[in-house]
């Protein structure tokens, strides 16, 4: 990626829980100041604890203030670490969800984050589909509810079936119809399409004309290059085509990095975005 014409048109953030993942947490925000970033996100950083205490809330906290790197983007509690992806549509971790939501918005609140990602939930066998879909409907329009509270959105995503074969939403129309059935019942209109476009090629979806469909819907936008989940020009997609379609279709928001670097260093992943483009302006 030589040209980042399109590229100057967007502001972007990295993911921490992915990128500098050599480094311990509490390191990471310094060094993605290091590198020259202003901005993060991360998935559900304390593990499988929907309620962790202040102490390490705290630390968290003073790492990204230290650092002056502003979090804008925070999963919710996912239990990835439990097998579960997604604790919410889940009738044996729904309370622990629950648990996690006015944790997770304070958590937020303290760091001026203005985007939780709800992440949906696996199918789990022996349980009906449409219990799991009221349940996650219940759940999401109840974290939705915590987010608007603190002027913050909450964003639904579609991952990919290879990586994920027991989650439901694997297609844009999919996590949309949810969006808006979350919007619906809440009347708030703060639910939105967390547009992954590593996640969407993956699927065999046209990212780009994903963009085109649900621009309106879009509320945050995360990237890696494909099949690897590296950094953009290590696969397949034209990272400045879809950078210049976010930008006619009206997108403003972010665009988040969450790639693993091809090399093992995450430092020495960033060639592709000159350093005066790093900072979320």
Not at 19 to 46: D, H, I, Q, S
Not at 79 to 108: I, Q, W, Y
Not at 188 to 211: M, Q, S, T
Request: include cysteine.
């Amino acid at each position: 990626m030589n040209d980042v014409t399109a590229a100057a048109q967007h502001r972007f953030t990295v993911n921490l829980s992915i990128l500098f993942g050599e480094l311990p947490l509490l390191e990471r925000p310094a060094a993605a100041a290091a590198a020259g970033f202003t901005a993060a996100e991360l998935w559900w950083p304390f593990g499988e604890e929907p309620a962790p205490g202040a102490e390490e809330t705290g630390a968290l906290v003073a790492a990204f203030e230290d650092a002056g790197v502003e979090l804008t983007g925070l999963n919710l509690l996912d239990d990835l670490v439990r097998g579960a992806r997604g604790a919410l549509s889940l009738p044996a971790e729904s309370e622990r969800f629950r648990a996690n939501v006015p944790v997770a918005t304070a958590l937020a609140a303290r760091l001026g984050t203005g985007a939780l990602n709800a992440l949906y939930g696996n199918r789990v066998p022996g349980t009906d589909p449409a219990e799991q879909d009221a349940l996650a409907l219940e759940n999401l329009a109840l974290a939705a509810r915590a987010a608007h509270a603190i002027g913050a959105v909450l964003l639904v995503e579609t991952l990919n079936r290879a990586e994920s074969p027991d989650y439901p939403l694997v297609t844009a129309a999919a996590a949309v119809d949810v969006v808006d059935k979350v919007n619906a019942a809440t009347g708030l209109g703060n639910a939105k399409f967390l547009c992954d476009l590593y996640h969407l090629a993956r699927n065999g979806e046209d990212p780009g004309a994903v963009i085109e469909a649900h621009a309106d819907r879009i509320g945050h936008v995360q990237i890696a290059d494909t099949p690897g989940r590296n950094e953009p020009g290590t696969g397949d997609l034209d990272f400045e085509d879809l950078f210049a379609r976010l930008t006619a279709a009206g997108y403003r928001g972010r665009v988040g990095l969450e790639y693993r670097p091809a090399g093992g260093v995450s430092a020495e992943s960033f060639d592709w975005l000159p350093r005066e483009l790093r900072a979320a302006r």
